[in-house]
């Protein structure tokens, strides 16, 4: 190992497995520097990881983005480790995700759990959802992932110090995800043992109001990133609810030459408008979105330089 690694560790009140993170991180790459995230522990999370000989860092503001947003702006290092404290992840194949980043084959390497998980190391929907949430970025974005929420990763200086994360929960592997492949970085994906949490550990995670922030996160990003798809769907939408409405009146007036039902005919008319109104404002957005694009290659293009 030639370049700089330091391994980021978020943290909660994980008291029961954070020696025994720290340990592992020490045993698969010794001369890595070990930084943990302490969130807020009400626990010996911070002292326990400082007798571990891990430097400690708090982050008063809860919430695992906002941890993660303090991580890529307070560490400076080559290859930046993220690996989360509650000891779930099998870290043996850490120096080789690592090395896949140092021989410039991957801007980022994520741990992929779905394949070999230990018996209730996933809550009963949590697969389903991490499934469905890939399937959803896929289509989207144009990947082929499998695990989008992995909170194992290992990434590139030039990835970290080019990205900017604005989520501020268990989301923020969703949009750290969605924002690399947007930015064309070439992810790669190793099968890695997921375990189930020791005896005394708890996760944090709410099944459904994260799982709501999730997908609420891909279709806040896909407006602001896809906003062609995202406006042109909603005109499609509005432009069928119009006809359908409007089949009426239409139906009517052929007929009769009359307009009984004007309320149905101001309605299909005002939804045929604002059809019209959300696909031109696809097309300005993603004119915009375009350039910016062109003006972030030119800028990193001239800083590699």
């Not at 995800?177 to 064309?184: C, E, M, Q, S, V």
């Not at 007929?255 to 299909?268: D, F, G, K, N, S």
């Not at 008319?269 to 959300?278: A, K, N, T």
Request: hydrophobic share 45%.
């Amino acid at each position: 190992m030639n370049s700089r690694c330091v391994v980021m560790i978020p943290c909660y009140n994980e008291e029961v497995t954070i020696e025994k993170v720290i340990h592992d991180v020490r045993e698969y790459l010794p001369k890595a520097n070990i930084v943990v995230f302490d969130n807020n522990s009400t626990d010996r999370t911070a002292q326990l990881a400082e007798v571990a000989g891990a430097a400690v860092i708090k982050e008063k503001r809860q919430g695992k983005g906002f941890v993660i947003q303090a991580m890529f702006s307070r560490i400076d290092a080559d290859v930046y480790i993220m690996v989360d404290g509650d000891d779930t992840y099998d870290l043996r194949h850490l120096p080789e995700m690592v090395a896949a980043i140092e021989r410039d084959q991957a801007d980022m390497v994520v741990g992929k759990r779905l394949g070999n998980c230990e018996e209730r190391s996933f809550r009963p929907l949590h697969s389903f959802g991490n499934r469905l949430v890939a399937w959803l970025i896929n289509r989207f974005f144009g990947g082929g992932l499998t695990d989008i929420m992995s909170g194992f990763r290992v990434m590139s200086r030039e990835f970290v110090k080019n990205l900017t994360i604005s989520a501020t929960g268990f989301e923020v592997e969703t949009e750290l995800t969605i924002k690399a492949l947007k930015r064309h970085a070439v992810i790669d994906e190793m099968a890695i043992c997921y375990r189930a949490r020791p005896y005394g550990s708890f996760s944090k995670l709410s099944t459904f109001r994260d799982g709501i922030l999730v997908i609420r996160t891909i279709f806040m990003i896909c407006k602001d990133y896809k906003p062609f798809l995202f406006f042109t769907c909603i005109a499609l939408l509005l432009c069928i609810l119009a006809l359908a409405s409007g089949s009426v009146v239409i139906s009517e007036f052929l007929e009769t030459r009359y307009i009984t039902h004007v309320p149905l005919a101001i309605l299909a008319s005002g939804l045929m408008i604002l059809s019209m109104i959300f696909f031109i404002t696809g097309v300005i957005l993603d004119c915009t979105n375009r350039r910016f694009d062109e003006l972030y290659n030119y800028i990193r293009l001239k800083g590699l330089n």
